[in-house]
């Protein structure tokens, strides 16, 4: 029995969780797996209602009393920006030191990529994004506000131990992979020369002493971004610090097909872990019935794979890909040619 924390969220968050949990709740049935799924409301709803974001006593039952945390998504219109981002997802990553966040970008038959002349074969890789330090961390702050002299700073904070067990885990996933058995450090070397020597001296490092087998490739970030467009095949798996690591993998989910189906998992490879679409709350899209749940359906493969029912999730994974190549005319919001609850069952059908 898997004890599962759901967060529904906000906007189409709901939506697209109950297309997940109808998928897990059949997969389990195939697989002879039992779920126990405790709903939170957390979210802009409760907020605006309540004034409270995250109790601390409802993250301390995430922390202790889950195999898994499953997450819609978070954003309200009628909330200030930061407020739920910060005190929700941001807290719940750093409070549960989920440091990994991993982001699969991999473009299933079928799907189309605004790369010309890519396809599936060229479009497979994952992104390692550190999850709990750089600019995330929240060390700055603003004097003198509002007054002509303001001087407002954001720091980016990356410690030894923080960088090398994220490296250390790309290492160990591209080995696990067994594809390219290449990691990309995703940096800064020329401007950042502070942070990134520390993360290129570990990298090597650890690199050379216990990861002999993988291949070690840098590149700037600025440089990735182009690569990822012009030669996405050279890639197999990236490690990047948290705030490059958020934006490349925007380009990520654009050429796998859009946010509709990129699926990422915050991990805590030593506790538990939280597991979401990439995507946000789509207010415009909301109630609609309109948006595309296998992004959501995805992490849900990926949270089963994270449980160690690798079966499983090969089995929803392959469903995604069966109804991505039969069926779904796009993955945009209303483009799909079914709605969120029929692409759902369409995926049940197939597991
Ligand atoms: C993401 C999101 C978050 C981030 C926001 C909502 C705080 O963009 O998960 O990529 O910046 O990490
Ligand atoms: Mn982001």
């Known amino acids: ?121 060229e479009i497979d890789f994952v992104v390692v994004r550190e999850n709990t330090e750089g600019q995330y961390a929240g060390a700055g702050g603003i004097l003198r506000k509002g007054t002509p002299h303001e001087i407002a700073i954001q720091e980016s904070v990356c410690t030894r131990m923080g960088v090398e067990r994220c490296l250390r885990y790309a290492f160990e996933y591209a080995r696990r992979r067994n594809k390219k058995k290449k990691v990309t450090l995703c940096g800064k070397t020329n401007v950042l020369t502070y942070v990134f020597d520390l993360w290129e001296r570990v990298f090597h490092e650890i690199g050379e002493k216990d990861y002999p087998d993988i291949t070690r490739d840098y590149a700037h970030v600025d440089a990735t971004v182009m690569w990822m467009v012009k030669n996405p095949e050279w890639f197999d798996v990236i490690v990047t610090e948290n705030m490059f690591g958020d934006i490349i993998t925007d380009l990520g989910a654009m050429i796998q097909g859009g946010m509709g189906i990129a699926a990422g998992g915050n991990i805590n490879p030593e506790g538990v872990s939280m597991f979401e679409p990439i995507g946000g709350s789509a207010p415009k899209y909301t109630g609609k019935n309109v948006v595309n749940p296998l992004a959501c359906i995805g992490a849900a493969a990926m949270m089963l794979e994270n449980l160690g029912e690798t079966n499983a999730a090969q089995r929803v994974e392959n469903a995604i890909q069966k109804v991505c190549s039969t069926h779904l005319k796009s993955m945009a919001a209303g483009k799909m040619g079914y709605t969120t609850q029929e692409v759902g069952d369409l995926v049940v059908r197939y597991l």
């Open 1 to 121: 029995m898997y004890k599962i924390a759901v967060i529904p969220g906000d906007g189409t968050g709901p939506e697209v969780i109950r297309e997940g949990l109808k998928v897990l709740e059949a997969v389990g049935t195939a697989e002879g797996l039992k779920f126990d799924f405790v709903h939170y409301d957390l979210g802009g709803e409760r907020y605006l209602r309540t004034g409270e974001v995250l109790p601390d006593s409802v993250l301390e039952e995430l922390r202790t009393q889950f195999d898994a945390i499953y997450l819609g998504a978070i954003g309200h219109p009628d909330v200030k920006p930061g407020i739920l981002e910060k005190g929700l997802l941001l807290r719940l990553r750093f409070e549960l030191d989920l440091y990994i966040n991993l982001r699969p970008v991999k473009l299933y038959p079928g799907v189309d990529t605004p790369l010309k002349d890519k396809g599936p074969e």
